[in-house]
Structures are given as C-alpha cells and as structure tokens.
C-alpha cells in the first residue's frame, strides 16, 4: 500500500468501525479503513450476534466485585480476572470499582437504553439499504432455574420497564409454550420483546462489499504502527504498509483502540468464547440468555451459536478449556448426536471486546488532538451500537446535529 490522502483513516475493521465508515460515506466524505486482521476475524464475528436493548443495566453495577470473588476459586466461572502486574489494569479496576454503584446504574440505564433503541431502528434502515443480514426483533428470553437468579433477572425486567421498554415474565410453562425448541430446565424467565439477533459475519460482509462498491478503501492485514503530531490539515498515520495522512483519524480498533492513540484510553480487553455448530433446524427460535450458567444461545441462519465468558487476562487469545466447559455442555444439549469426544473437538472462538470501567461506549474526540476520534469501550455490546456508534462518529467528524447527545460518551470523563 503506497502512501495517501484521504479525508476520514478509520482504524479497525469490526462491526464499530465499518459502520462508522459507512455513514461517513454516506455524509460524503472519502474513507479509508485500515484493519489488522481480515474483515470478519475480528471480535465481531464471533459474538453472540444478539441486539439487547435490555442490556441497560451496566456491566459496572452494585454487586459485580463481590460476585467476581466468589467466581476467584471457580475454575468454570464465567467471569475471570488473571493475576498479573499491569498498570493499566490496575488502574481499570480501581475506576471499575467507583463506578459500581446505585446511582451510576441510574445514570448509565437510559443513555444505554436510547443508544440501543436507535441502533434498532437504524440496524432495519442498514439492511434495507446494503442487503440481508438476518435483522430481526426476535425478543430475548433471560431464563432462570435458581431463587437468586430469579431475584436478579425481576430486578432488572423492572429497571427495563421502568425505561419503556417491552417486559414479559413467564413462569416455566409460558417459557416452553413461547419456545419448545428450548432444551433446558428452567422454571422462568423474563422476555425482553425489543430485543434481536443479527448475522454477524454477514453484517460485517454487506457492509464491507457496499463500502468497496461506493468507493471507500477497505484495508486488510494492515497494522498502525503509530499517530504523528498533525501536519497542517492532515495527521500522518505510519502503518506497516506505508503512510496514510488522514484530515481526521477514527479509533474503532475495539480492544487494542486504547493502545493505538497517542492517549491510552482507559479499556480492557475482556476474552468472551463461543462455539458454533450447524443446527437441524429443532433447536430454539428466540435468542436466549442461561442466568446462572451465563451462557448465550443465539439461532442462526442454518446455525446455532452458544458463547459466554469474560476473562480480564490482556491480550491473551488462548483457550481455558475449563472455562469454554459450561459451553460445551449446552452444545451437547443440541447436538445429542455427537459423542463427547465430539463436542470437544470442536472448534472454539476466542475473541476480545473493548471494555471501559463504567460500562459505557468511549466516542467523541481526544481533548488533547480533536483530529483523533475514539469509538471504542462497548463491551459485550459491540454488535448492539455499533450502527448509532457509527452514525455518532459522521455526526462528530462532519459537525452535524447527533441523532443522541454523545457528550456523556466523551473520552473527557475520564
């Protein structure tokens, strides 16, 4: 790749920064995305594929610390911390720890509520416009077997429906009756009715095969080696394929976007697994969510997806087989046609998503260089805002009205 000029350099080649890329497009601006692994092999492609607009409850909440050390000793916990010195993450859980807190729930619970409710609304006006990708507003069912889950899944059905959202509870027969593909013993849940699923590898490929077709320069296996100080009205940008010099540079690189910029921004990657296996078509309908195992269920075309997991652990892609265990259980679950031995040998993804300590996105621009524009820290939502992420970014880089406030987004809270 020889050096160039382009007005928009997006970096990173996920759900986020395609979608910023394509509104930026479609606000008239030229583009170039840079990505360090090929579209479709990032963070993701592998997720659950799930748009969870109940999801408003941030992952930095009361009780998450205490809960995290009673998983310490469990080696099949779905959440991990790896003991390791690092600055960085110390200082992480230090912010984390603040922000678990009542009263941050309150705040963060409606600004995740409108920034998922506007990426459904856009993920239908996408597809319409770049093809099929199997949008569709399916629901979600957050199930349960055990008291205390019961107690916790109420308590945010609760804060959802408070914010307007579409809540049902059902009781262990109204779970089978909504779904009877569903292999599993729990005696309740809760149905999130605005929820969806979509196609993660065939988002990611519409919206990559549109950006080509409408001129933008999609680059693969591309790595950014560093940002110069701005030169006039363009910022140099050193890759490993040669110099890019950008009016405006977008971080979307999702776990590594805090390691790129001449700022580190506070985000953690977060390891989360999944397997998929071809489905005959008896399995479940509806997205589903197991509380007490945190494992996801997500029907895909021709497909099922199971996942779970977050492991702190930096960029550590190998696979705790201790911890993929309770996913591969729910495998079996599905495919009693395959042996043990089978199951095992499956393949397993591994993939990290961009967390910040509290719970919500990083968009907006650096103090220090308003050329630079963070769009980063979704954690498990990635898939979920990465469309309202995406029209954010054009908003900010071509000064037009934002479809939501992004000041509570800002890189200049922390």
Known sequence: ???????????????????????????????????????????????????????????????????????LANPESPF???????????????????????AHVAHAAPILRDLSMASVDLFGEMQEQIGEFGWSRTGLMMLH????????????AVIAERLGLGVRRLDGREVLALEPGLRSDADGGVLYEDDGRIDPEAFLARLSEDLVRR?????????????????GSATPVLTDRGE????????????????????????????????????????????????????????????????????????????DTRRVAPIRAQVARYRPDLTAGDVDRIAVWAGFRPVSPDGLPIVGRLRLRPDIVAATGHGMMGIT?????????????????????PAPLSPQRF
């Open 145 to 156: 077997r055990s008291e205390k889950a019961r107690d916790a899944n109420l308590r945010n």
């Open 244 to 319: 890019i010099r950008a009016s405006t540079v977008v971080l979307a690189a999702g776990a590594w976007g805090g390691r790129i910029g001449p700022r580190r921004l506070p985000v953690q990657p977060a390891k989360g697994y999944s397997i998929t296996v071809d489905s005959d078509g008896t399995g479940p309908r509806i997205p589903t969510i197991l509380s007490e195992e945190k494992v996801t269920i997500t029907p895909l075309p021709g497909r099922i997806r199971f996942g779970g997991t977050l492991s702190l652990a930096g960029l550590d892609a190998s696979v």
């Open 385 to 405: 805002l990465a469309p309202v992420t995406g029209r954010l970014v054009a908003d900010i880089v071509t000064g037009s009205a934002g479809v939501i406030d």
């Open 1 to 71: 790749m020889s050096d160039s000029r382009t007005d928009v350099l997006v970096v990173g080649g996920g759900a986020v920064g395609l979608s910023a890329a394509w509104y930026l497009v479609n606000a008239g601006c030229s583009v170039t995305v840079v990505s360090r692994d090929r579209i479709g092999d990032g963070a993701s492609a592998g997720n659950a594929g799930m748009i969870v607009p109940s999801h408003v409850v941030p992952l930095s909440a009361p009780g998450v610390i205490s809960q995290g050390l009673r998983w």
């Open 215 to 231: 001129g933008a320069h999609v680059r693969e296996g591309v790595t950014v080696l560093s940002i110069g100080n701005r030169q």
């Open 80 to 102: 991990h911390v790896k003991p390791r010195l690092d600055v960085d993450l110390a200082r992480w859980i230090w912010a984390f720890r603040s922000h678990c807190t009542a």
